[in-house]
């Protein structure tokens, strides 16, 4: 398997355009997470789904932020305006979750963005 | 509610020296630990993880950690460190939940810096 997929590797953007980040997770892994990546923060768990439905985005910063995951092999991060603060590393992780399962989370490389 | 402190940001050492990197965690309940590692420019890579049984976990490239209940800790090791193992590495707990979505619950990362 290829493992996670994340595109674009890196995204120079002005402030106030949209931003769309995406995600292939592991074939046959039924969990995804989007993290985020900064120096002033360290790793941010922002959502996760579970079989493609949102269980829990408490970490979404504010509205600008929306995810969604329309199939089991798809994801997309959008920002929408997007402001310098946003600028990161943002990180799509997935994982297969079984009642007797091993938990591991597999991570993509990431994806760079600089809003300027 | 869980959490793990990683009390040093930063740990510098010479080349073939040992280290440690120490982990702490708090839980009400048992859980599951990990410890990624972060190379430049690159996503995080599991190193090694303590789902049960033994407490003295190995881990890839000679790593390994021991998961010590009573003291809540996961501490890091490696007998003799090599230049190519400067890098980030973060602690990471997970409580499952019978069957729903992990969550990584994810320390502030250690620094790594090993100097010939």
């Known amino acids: 398997d290829a493992g996670v997929i994340q595109s674009p590797r890196h995204e120079v953007t002005e402030m106030g355009q949209e931003v769309t980040l995406r995600c292939k997770p592991i074939?046959?892994?039924?969990?995804l997470f989007w993290y985020r990546q900064t120096m002033m923060r360290g790793l941010e768990l922002l959502i996760y789904?579970?079989?493609?439905?949102?269980?829990?985005d408490s970490g979404m910063p504010e509205d600008r932020f929306s995810a969604k995951m329309p199939n089991a092999s798809f994801s997309t991060l959008k920002i929408q305006p997007s402001e310098p603060r946003d600028s990161a590393v943002y990180f799509c992780?997935?994982?297969?979750?079984?009642?007797?399962?091993?938990?591991?989370?597999?991570f993509g490389a990431g994806t760079r963005l600089s809003v300027l | 509610a869980q959490s793990v402190t990683q009390l040093d940001s930063q740990v510098p050492v010479f080349e073939e020296a040992p280290v440690e990197l120490r982990c702490n965690y708090s839980?009400?309940?048992?859980?599951?630990l990990f410890w990624y590692v972060q190379y430049p420019n690159q996503g995080l890579q599991l190193l090694l993880k303590y789902l049960s049984g033994s407490t003295l976990v190995k881990g890839i490239n000679g790593f390994e950690a021991e998961f010590n209940k009573s003291q809540t800790s996961f501490h890091l090791r490696k007998p003799s460190v090599h230049i190519s193992d400067t890098a980030e590495y973060f602690c990471a707990v997970s409580v499952f939940d019978g069957g729903a979505t992990n969550k990584l619950i994810f320390g502030t990362g250690t620094l790594l810096a090993v100097q010939p």
């Open positions: 789904f579970n079989n493609n439905v949102p269980i829990d």
């Open positions: 074939s046959g892994h039924n969990s």
């Open positions: 839980s009400s309940v048992s859980v599951y």
């Open positions: 992780a997935s994982s297969l979750v079984r009642l007797a399962g091993d938990p591991i989370q597999y």
